[in-house]
């Protein structure tokens, strides 16, 4: 029986997705993703354009399950009763390191990938996965009431804390020596958090 | 006359340089090299090993020179008479940001570039030159007597400073929504600097 067209580009989603899980985005071709999917070449760029358009579909699975994996956190938070925001925050930044640490070659090339390269109503998508990541932060300080954060404060609180945890935990990949001094990256979240959740004016 | 082995060393880096600067490291080619150094390819190899060595002395080169542009901001802001540390933070800030800005896709390749790729003595010396970085900040730290941080958390702090700011840096390229709502790079790098200097504990 033949696949639909739907069942196709899930397949070769997938197979994309395996393929940049491997070896990055140079290890995502289109003849590679063919022979794996008893496809045409030709029905890849029917179905999704070029091979920009499909890493960028894939970067979005990607973003999503980091979404979700945020979300597993924060529900196991709650259910734990924690109401801390310094734990509650580092349990969302536990949950980016293991991330990353489990998609190293695949988040490499979704940060090196470009959304420009992307068709303009898919950067919009592509954008808004983004905002999620942030809102996810975003809402673990609005329910801090001692924080009182306005709405401008809370988005750039958010995003200038998701910005440095990406910095510690990209920049720390693979330098061992630092875990060894006690500068190594979660050492690092943790001064982070700590001293800048202290640091908000709670005037 | 011809040329020594030092001469073509640096011909060779110099144009390695400018090949990654212009097309990432995708575009630093053997071929390409020997091409514009009137050499034979098989010099390159004899010179530097494999590509991934020249890659690797090219971004040396990268981090001496941003190690000399954050030398600059602080010799400047010295001239000027600035000892706020708040303001002598902002401005290696700055120099990081111009300096990424001014080198988009050699910074990119450096990140992505691996240095155990490199041989074992070139490795060291790698660590050592963005040791250099961290130090330019310590000293900053270190010069501001109120801060009374000890030698480990002075190291700690000057690396949670630079891997923040390098995410937010790196993060926030090309995200111009940012930029308009009042989240951008510096209203991060604001916010990150002014809160982590208020929460660091002075007791």
Redesign the interface.
């Known amino acids: 029986m033949a696949l639909d067209r739907d069942e196709i580009s899930e397949r070769v989603l997938e197979i994309a997705e395996a393929l940049i899980s491997e070896g990055g985005a140079?290890n995502l071709k289109a003849r590679s993703i063919a022979k794996q999917a008893e496809i045409a070449v030709g029905s890849i760029y029917n179905l999704f354009g070029d091979l920009d358009q499909l890493h960028g579909q894939v970067n979005m699975r990607l973003l999503d399950r980091l979404a979700d994996a945020g979300a597993v956190a924060i529900a196991e938070q709650n259910k734990k009763g924690v109401t801390d925001t310094r734990l509650r925050l580092f349990s969302l930044a536990g949950a980016y390191l293991s991330f990353v640490q489990k998609h190293p070659a695949s988040w490499?090339a979704l940060?090196?990938f470009?959304?420009?390269k992307m068709a303009v109503d898919r950067q919009l998508a592509y954008?808004s996965r983004l905002d999620t990541l942030f809102e996810i932060i975003a809402a673990v300080l609005a329910e801090d009431k001692t924080l009182k954060l306005d709405e401008?404060l809370l988005?750039?609180?958010a995003?200038?804390l998701?910005?440095?945890?990406?910095?510690?935990v990209?920049?720390?990949a693979?330098?061992r020596?630092?875990e060894r001094?006690?500068?190594g990256v979660w050492?690092?979240i943790d001064?982070?958090v700590?001293?800048?959740?202290?640091?908000?004016?709670r005037g």
Do not use: C, M, Y
């Open positions: 140079a490499a940060l090196a470009n959304p420009r954008e401008q988005r750039l609180t995003r200038t998701w910005s440095s945890v990406h910095g510690i990209t920049n720390g693979g330098r020596q630092q001094q006690g500068d050492d690092q001064l982070l700590t001293t800048f959740l202290k640091g908000i004016d």
